[in-house]
């Protein structure tokens, strides 16, 4: 840290400073920055063209551009600078520490040592800054071309035309730039390359075989463009609601397109050998079955126990194909790129989300800094959301006005015994829900066991099951709702939270105690074919709760706006519940995932249930609902609803599938796996059979010695345990440098603060001598930095100067700022560099006191 | 180059809809016409945004400063609202969309202007002077780092780097 602060600090060649002329000639070499990011030299083009002219600089001015886009703030406002410092009043001298500990963020972002691995990517982004044509004084354009404009467009080329191809396109594209521009870049840096490979022909050809692939590539891209069924749908969607609504629908796309795969994954690994081999269905059909799952559907592949155990082969002595290890593996590996694919997307939207939110976020200013949903594009509903923000910075100002409140011991009391009793109640009712569901079922399988007279009695009672469990699953979540007005919370974000967390108990208990139902007592019933019976009920579950989905839309939005629009008016319209249909999508498709192995064409059913729920909720919402009052934080509803699908959902039909693989015996009669001790014995046979032959010894040695053996999972999970170990230290390593640069960062405001104080008292000085001595000093003063003259005669104008180019430098590399306050000195001073450095030298001392008495701790 | 084009991915339905804005006998040349800017604000994506005429303006290389654009302004500013733009890229243009002045920092001025956007211009719908200023203020006491009673761009980006709900919603889908 003291290195680079020093090294900085001597370095006065950071700045335009006409002061350090001499300086800087001497010690420009040494400037490690001016070397990393050679050609960001002379990124503030107006500067430079402006004095660098006048002064005939014969060293260009480096500048580390490492802050994010620092050219804006020093490109623009010197385009316009009477028209920008007329509106800029601050910089008086404040009380300490007005630098924010949330400020340094943006350093977390491009910590410097970025800019030097990486630099050169980064900066000329930033640095190449389309200006608006109209500004005024682009009437100076011509004067674009001299040496710093074209000494940076080479250094750009250059760096560019030392790129690997597909980077150059990327930098290329990451420039806020006019295609023009970037075409003119692109040729420049195309003709650069082929005059310094003019000799090496094959990079030529195999750039052009590069170029004919991405083209292919865009081709295709632009065909399955135009395929894509959802686009329409989703944007009017997004239009209308904005994208909090647009989310859930994501989401559901998303669980679509998962079950079209698992689907096709199992059609064709599963049901079409199976197809091959079939016999033939003599079961009656009525219709009804479809409703129930059971009767004529036994006898197919929709579920477990109609797959053979057979090796079909259709050719003698041809290839054949063992049905026991074709399910087994699907669905093992099935389930594994879940896993990833789940993983993956969840620590994405972990990192994207949770660590960057890391400090507690203020919800004014990025409320209206980045609020706007550019995605809508209805009348009314812009209308609307303007309203809805109006009433929310209303509400939020009167809620910053407010005092805190602060609650008496007995009314706190009173809420914490509040929050108890619901607590108790909700989990009360989730565990009577789960005991009915419990009883019923039992009562259910003797009376199936013992068989019904009359058919249509016999489907009925199969039906009176997954009607009571969806019916639980529907009106307990409105139960919780009210419960939680009754609690009145202190915040809506709290409200909502809880609120799911008491619907995913209830859901999840609901799920955990048919599994138990399944795995325990159907499993060792006496049943011809427990797996079909489960598979069944899995059925029908589904499909009932598809169907208290469909009503769900019919009653809670269709006639909650009849009634609404109609009967009390005070109710208006219905708002989407994002929170309900989510936890409904993800009930669903925990049903499917656990379904799979019992009835492996279940994802298909899913697939049509959802692609059906899709469409109503999309009339339904068009119809019957208006946009959410409440601004949802989108991402992290994402982030949540993802995390709760792997978390309880996934997990636990993990383990679902594992007790039903590794410890359940399948039937005798029935399914690819009947006769042996467990579904999983059919791996170990297979091995066995493989053991004979030489030619497959490696897949043997493998599965002893890595997938069956403990201790290559021990060193799997220590080596894990490990890295995992290391990371944390990590994280804290870098939890510690944070708040070393916050720090830094508040010093170097100290010390600008100190500088510009004495420096204010340095001109009222010079300024009340000067104006005794009449106006000759002033002219010599200003022939010799002919380019300041305005910050004399406009007095006040020479502050705002330093102010903003201390701003730029600040942002541009934080430890540059001593530098610039210390170079940026009086034009019309007598202080010489020395004493400017003696003074800036004088506060970062003090500074540096200051920290290592506030912070010593962190001190290396 | 493509670099817009694979951007938005869509670089025949961008020019689709383009030429539809032009004039019928101007669409055979229209990647070299200009669409005025009363044209381009009847797009529907458009149409009802408070800030369609910033982003006319931003996206405009038009020399005579009327606004208009050109196929590849209209490309430039389809891949910036892409999906595929970078954050800071995203970020940057918003800075420039917002900055009302086009002075390169968002002062008071810009922050009240873009207030008025987002709450619509409605009689009923102002917010006092009080209730401005004191916003004013608490937006500035939070994203103004250096203190110098306006908002650059690195800071805005440092606000937006803050808000993952951004990317999503700077986006116009054609």
């Not at chain 1, 190449?128 to 080479?154: A, G, H, K, V, W």
């Not at chain 1, 600008?752 to 010079?766: D, I, S, V």
């Not at chain 2, 804005?21 to 669409?27: D, G, H, S």
Request: proline share 4%; with cysteine.
């Amino acid at each position: 840290m003291s290195y680079h602060y020093n090294e900085t600090f001597e370095n006065p060649d950071y700045h335009f400073s006409e002061t350090l002329e001499i300086d800087r000639r001497g010690s420009s070499q040494r400037n490690p920055f001016s070397y990393q990011t050679p050609h960001d030299s002379s990124q503030s083009d107006y500067y430079g063209e402006r004095r660098g002219r006048e002064q005939n600089y014969p060293v260009a001015i480096p500048m580390a551009s490492l802050g994010p886009g620092s050219d804006c703030s020093q490109d623009l406002p010197s385009t316009s600078p009477y028209g920008n410092f007329t509106g800029n009043l601050s910089f008086e001298p404040e009380p300490e520490l007005t630098y924010t500990p949330h400020s340094t963020s943006h350093m977390l972002d491009y910590p410097y040592t970025h800019g030097i691995s990486s630099g050169s990517e980064d900066s000329f982004i930033r640095r190449r800054n389309r200006r608006p044509p109209d500004d005024i004084f682009m009437t100076s354009s011509s004067m674009l071309e001299t040496d710093p404009m074209c000494r940076e467009e080479e250094d750009l080329i250059g760096s560019l035309a030392s790129m690997s191809t597909n980077e150059r396109i990327k930098a290329i594209q990451k420039m806020p730039e006019t295609m023009r521009k970037k075409r003119e870049i692109r040729n420049k840096v195309l003709k650069e390359i082929t005059k310094k490979s003019r000799h090496r022909g094959a990079q030529c050809t195999q750039g052009t075989w590069g170029v004919s692939f991405g083209r292919f590539g865009n081709t295709l891209s632009e065909y399955f463009h135009q395929l894509r069924p959802w686009h329409k749908t989703l944007k009017i969607i997004g239009a209308e609601f904005g994208t909090s609504v647009l989310s859930y629908f994501v989401f559901l796309k998303w669980l679509l397109n998962l079950n079209i795969f698992s689907f096709l994954i199992n059609f064709g690994f599963i049901t079409i050998p199976q197809f091959l081999a079939a016999e033939p269905n003599n079961l009656s059909f009525t219709g009804l079955e479809l409703l129930t799952g059971a009767g004529y559907f036994q006898q197919t592949v929709l579920y477990y126990g109609f797959y053979t155990n057979a090796t079909i082969s259709k050719v003698e002595n041809g290839p054949s194909y063992n049905m026991q290890l074709a399910y087994i593996f699907t669905v093992g590996i099935y389930f594994v790129i879940c896993f990833l694919i789940l993983l993956f997307s969840m620590a994405r939207f972990f990192s994207r989300n949770f660590v960057k939110l890391t400090k507690a976020f203020s919800v004014n200013a990025s409320k209206l800094l980045c609020t706007w949903d550019f995605n809508i594009t209805n009348e009314k509903a812009v209308k609307l959301q303007q309203k809805n923000l109006l009433t929310q910075i209303k509400e939020g100002l009167t809620e910053v006005n407010k005092e805190v409140l602060n609650f008496s011991v007995k009314e706190r009391v009173g809420r914490i015994a509040t929050h108890l009793l619901a607590w108790v109640v909700s989990l009360a009712t989730a565990v009577a829900s789960c005991a009915g569901v419990y009883f019923l079922s039992i009562n259910n399988l003797e009376l199936f066991m013992k068989g019904y007279s009359n058919d249509l009695q016999r489907q009925t009672a199969m039906l009176v099951l997954p009607v009571i469990v969806s019916l639980l699953n529907t009106l307990i979540p409105f139960f919780f709702s009210w419960l939680g007005y009754l609690e009145k919370f202190q915040t809506p974000g709290q409200h909502i939270y809880v609120t799911i967390i008491r619907n995913i108990i209830l859901k999840i208990s609901i799920v955990g105690i048919l599994c138990y139902y399944w795995l325990n007592i159907v499993a060792t019933s006496e049943s011809q074919c427990w797996e079909t019976l489960v598979g069944q009920d899995i059925y029908r579950l589904a499909l009932v709760d598809f169907i208290f989905c469909l009503l769900g839309s019919f009653f809670g939005e269709f006639l909650r706006r009849i009634i609404g629009t109609t009967v009390c008016m005070n109710l208006g319209l219905p708002e989407f519940d994002i929170g309900r249909n989510v936890l409904d999508l993800i009930y669903a498709q925990t049903l499917t995932w656990i379904g799979i192995l019992f009835s492996p064409l279940l994802p298909g059913i899913q697939m049509i249930a959802f692609l059906i729920v899709l469409f109503v909720k999309k009339v339904s919402l068009m119809r019957n609902c208006q946009p959410p009052r409440k601004v949802w934080r989108t991402a992290q509803m994402t982030t949540s609803f993802i995390f709760l699908l792997f978390c309880p959902s996934f997990l636990g039909v993990l383990s679902v599938i594992g007790v039903t693989v590794w410890r359940l015996k399948p039937s005798e009669e029935c399914g690819p796996f009947r006769g042996l001790p467990s579904m999983y014995a059919a791996v170990d046979q297979w091995i066995q059979i493989l053991e004979s032959y030489t030619v497959s010894k490696w897949v043997v040695w493998i599965y002893h010695n890595l997938i069956s053996s403990e201790l290559f999972f021990f060193i799997i999970s220590t080596v894990v345990l490990i890295v995992t170990y290391l990371y944390l230290e990590i994280i804290q390593a870098r939890k510690t440098m944070t708040k070393l640069l916050q720090n830094q960062i508040i010093n170097a405001g100290k010390d600008k603060k100190f500088l510009l104080q004495k420096l204010r008292r340095e001109q009222r000085a010079k300024r009340s001598s000067s104006a005794l001595g009449g106006r000759g000093q002033q002219r010599s003063s200003s022939s010799y930095h002919p380019s300041m003259q305005p910050a004399q005669e406009v007095p006040g104008y020479s502050e705002r100067a330093f102010d903003r180019s201390q701003n730029t430098s600040y942002h541009e590399h934080p430890f540059s700022v001593e530098i610039s306050s210390s170079s940026d000195f009086p034009p019309g001073g007598e202080p010489s560099p020395s004493r400017a450095v003696a003074l800036a030298l004088r506060a970062r001392a003090a500074a540096l006191g200051e920290d290592s008495d506030g912070s010593g701790g962190f001190q290396p | 180059m493509t670099a817009a084009q694979r951007g938005t991915g869509q670089g025949t339905d961008a020019y689709k809809r383009f030429s539809e804005l032009l004039p019928k006998e101007e669409r055979e040349n229209a990647c070299s016409a200009r669409v005025p800017k009363s044209q381009i604000l009847t797009l529907p994506e458009l149409r009802a945004n408070p800030f369609q005429q910033r982003i006319c303006h931003v996206f405009s290389t038009s020399e005579t400063e009327d606004d208009s654009m050109s196929f590849e302004d209209f490309l430039d500013m389809l891949s910036v609202f892409s999906d595929s733009a970078t954050s800071d890229i995203k970020s940057y243009y918003a800075f420039r969309i917002f900055d009302f002045d086009n002075d390169g920092i968002l002062d008071r001025k810009d922050l009240e202007q873009l207030v008025n956007c987002l709450t619509g211009q409605g009689e009923g719908s102002r917010l006092s002077s009080t209730e401005m200023d004191q916003l004013i203020q608490n937006i500035l006491e939070e994203s103004d780092i250096d203190k110098d009673g306006s908002i650059n761009l690195a800071e805005f980006q440092h606000v937006v780097s803050r808000s993952p709900d951004f990317a999503s919603s700077f986006k116009i889908v054609l």
